[in-house]
Nanobody, 118 residues
């Protein structure tokens, strides 16, 4: 079971980045997935979660209106489109998956660093 996040890098403020999370080793069709981030010196927090079956879509207040999450079940891939980036969005972004919302962090992927310069 493996989750891998891609797409991080250095971007200027107000710019955009698209992250992808690819799942392999098993099918995550029945799983809840989400994006988390951890800024330097801060705890890891959930950023967004796509709607799936009886689980509603979720965005952290800090990213509402700027980030869009999506999921391609056939490709076992989840995306995070990040627009209007701010320096405070700088963090390592991780994808996670689990059987339900409470266990969404059962599986973690290696993170990808997004650095937003001012």
């Amino acid at each position: 079971v493996q989750l891998q996040a891609f797409g991080g890098g250095l971007v200027q403020a107000a710019g955009s980045v698209r992250l992808a999370c690819s799942a392999s080793g098993r099918s995550f069709k029945g799983y809840v997935m989400g994006w988390f981030r951890q800024a330097p010196g801060k705890e890891r927090q959930i950023v967004a979660r796509p709607s799936w079956r009886n689980v509603s879509e979720y965005y952290a207040d800090a990213v509402k209106g700027r980030f869009t999450i999506s999921r391609d079940v056939a490709k076992n891939t989840m995306y995070l489109q990040m627009n209007s980036l701010k320096p405070e969005d700088t963090a390592v972004y991780y994808c996670a998956a689990g059987p339900d919302v409470r266990t969404i962090t059962k599986y973690w992927g290696k993170g990808t660093l997004v650095t937003v310069s001012s």
